[in-house]
Each structure stands twice: as structure tokens, then as C-alpha cells.
């Protein structure tokens, strides 16, 4: 019973992110949060202008919670990608009504890459999808995770 409550808890469409410097990748969950799909790609402008964006999929697509990816290097040392992110979160979080978290994206490119090339993507369709691609890697990471944990994981940090 506690299980079935807790899961009803966990529903509602994620939206999440993989921030770059010229674009941004989303991708969307379904209600039940057990498949995420890329939704598309955002060329970056002004970060208000990317908030404003970024806010209005956010009612379009009816999310309750944002997954921002947050670039960890396999040493485990954050760098100035990192502290950027950070910082782009901060301002974007002060937009949202909805909570915010980051979750991590090693490798999310290049599983996207692969995932593209298996599907006989041409490199230029690659390029122009490769975000939201990666975008949706980042977030079916963090729905199996929910799913294997039946709570829902964090790593605000």
C-alpha cells in the first residue's frame, strides 16, 4: 500500500535539460515517469530569453519537475562547466514554480552519438538532434533510478 502511494507521489511529466554553450537539449518523460524522449533543441540567446523558452515548455508540456544535467568530470573535480551550469540554474530556478534538480550527465553525448549512428542518423541530422538526444539519456537515468529506488532520488548539490 505504502509502495502504491509513494509511486502516485512520482507522477507527472519531467522535463530535462543538457545546457550547452551555443544550444540546449530537452527532453520530455511520459505521466508516469518511464520513458523520456528528446523534445527538442533551443539555440541559446539571451538567458532570459532561454528562461522565457525553457519556462514555456515547462507549461506546454505540463512537467513538475526539471532535471538540469550537470557535466561531472570522471575525476570528480567540478571545473568552470560546472560552476557555469550552476549558475544558469540558479537564475533559471528564480523563473520556475516548479522544483529543480540536477542529476548527472557523464557520457549522455556520446551514449546520444551511438545511440544515433545505430539508428543510421546521417552526422548532420546528428548535430542538429544530438542535444535533446542526450537531454533524453540524462533523464531516463534519472527515471530508472526513481524506479529501481521507489523514491525519488536528488542531487541538488
Same mark, same amino acid.
Given at each position: 500500500?505504502?509502495?502504491?502511494?509513494?509511486?502516485?507521489?512520482?507522477?507527472?511529466?519531467?522535463?530535462?535539460?543538457?545546457?550547452?554553450?551555443?544550444?540546449?537539449?530537452?527532453?520530455?518523460?511520459?505521466?508516469?515517469?518511464?520513458?523520456?524522449r528528446?523534445?527538442?533543441?533551443?539555440?541559446?540567446?539571451?538567458? %532570459?530569453?532561454?528562461? +522565457?523558452a525553457?519556462? $514555456?515548455?515547462?507549461?506546454?508540456? @505540463? #512537467?513538475?519537475?526539471? !532535471?538540469?544535467?550537470?557535466?561531472?568530470?570522471l575525476?570528480?573535480?567540478?571545473?568552470e562547466?560546472?560552476?557555469?551550469?550552476?549558475?544558469?540554474a540558479?537564475?533559471?530556478?528564480?523563473?520556475?514554480?516548479?522544483?529543480?534538480?540536477?542529476?548527472?550527465?557523464?557520457?549522455?553525448?556520446? %551514449?546520444?552519438?551511438? +545511440?544515433?549512428?545505430? $539508428?543510421g542518423?546521417?552526422?548532420? @541530422? #546528428?548535430?542538429?538532434? !544530438?542535444?535533446?538526444?542526450?537531454?533524453?539519456?540524462?533523464?531516463?537515468?534519472?527515471?530508472?533510478?526513481?524506479?529501481?529506488?521507489?523514491?525519488?532520488?536528488?542531487?541538488?548539490m
Open positions: 500500500m505504502r509502495g502504491t502511494r509513494l509511486m502516485d507521489e512520482l507522477k507527472g511529466r519531467v522535463l530535462a535539460l543538457d545546457l550547452g554553450e551555443k544550444r540546449i537539449g530537452v527532453a520530455v518523460s511520459d505521466a508516469t515517469r518511464t520513458i523520456a528528446a523534445l527538442t533543441v533551443l539555440k541559446r540567446k539571451s538567458r %532570459q530569453e532561454d528562461y +522565457s525553457i519556462v $514555456r515548455l515547462v507549461a506546454e508540456q @505540463q #512537467a513538475n519537475l526539471l !532535471i538540469v544535467g550537470l557535466p561531472i568530470p575525476s570528480g573535480i567540478e571545473g562547466k560546472v560552476a557555469w551550469v550552476r549558475d544558469y540558479a537564475g533559471l530556478e528564480q523563473n520556475l514554480a516548479i522544483p529543480l534538480l540536477f542529476w548527472d550527465e557523464a557520457l549522455t553525448t556520446v %551514449q546520444a552519438y551511438d +545511440s544515433m549512428r545505430q $539508428r542518423r546521417r552526422m548532420k @541530422q #546528428a548535430k542538429e538532434r !544530438i542535444d535533446a538526444v542526450a537531454a533524453a539519456f540524462i533523464l531516463q537515468s534519472y527515471l530508472d533510478a526513481q524506479i529501481e529506488q521507489g523514491t525519488p532520488p536528488r542531487m541538488k
